[in-house]
């Protein structure tokens, strides 16, 4: 136990067993963008609530902007807690910035949607 309560350590570990992340990988990825920056040596970044699923960096993600289907990768996850290590995934229920490359700020607005198709991805984790 750290001086202030629990630990570093203890306060990370306590976080993940609150993340079922058998239960993301058996979802697909789903965010609602909340709002879009460009960041230099970054790129276009869209940041929300992640509703269900996990992604890692890396992976392809789908945008339903309006209707229209953009593809973008993800090149960066900055998921916004001091309760773990940064891994370069997002879980449900984090808020998250992800740095998506193929896309524009200017292409993206408020309530899109970013998806990851996980399920197919992994098959069925036990």
Same mark, same amino acid.
Not at 21 to 49: H, K
């Given at each position: 136990?750290?001086?202030?309560?629990?630990?570093?350590?203890?306060?990370?570990?306590?976080?993940?067993?609150? @993340? +079922?992340?058998?239960?993301?990988?058996?979802?697909?990825?789903?965010?609602?963008?909340?709002?879009?920056?460009?960041?230099?040596?970054?790129?276009?970044?869209?940041?929300?609530?992640?509703?269900?699923?996990?992604?890692?960096?890396?992976?392809?993600?789908?945008?339903?902007?309006?209707?229209? @289907?953009?593809?973008?990768?993800?090149?960066?996850?900055?998921?916004?807690?001091?309760?773990?290590?940064?891994?370069?995934?997002?879980?449900?229920?984090?808020?998250?910035?992800?740095?998506?490359?193929? @896309?524009?700020?200017?292409?993206?607005?408020?309530?899109?949607?970013?998806?990851?198709? +996980?399920?197919?991805?992994?098959?069925?984790?036990?």
């Amino acid at each position: 136990m750290g001086l202030f309560g629990k630990s570093k350590k203890e306060r990370e570990k306590e976080y993940m067993s609150k @993340i +079922n992340v058998t239960a993301c990988l058996n979802q697909d990825f789903e965010m609602t963008i909340d709002d879009i920056y460009t960041i230099v040596g970054v790129g276009t970044v869209a940041t929300g609530t992640v509703s269900g699923g996990m992604c890692r960096e890396g992976e392809v993600a789908k945008v339903n902007t309006s209707g229209n @289907i953009l593809e973008a990768t993800v090149t960066a996850v900055d998921a916004h807690t001091k309760e773990r290590k940064p891994n370069g995934c997002a879980y449900r229920t984090e808020h998250v910035g992800l740095g998506l490359r193929g @896309i524009t700020k200017e292409q993206l607005k408020k309530g899109d949607t970013v998806i990851i198709q +996980n399920a197919n991805k992994y098959g069925k984790v036990d």
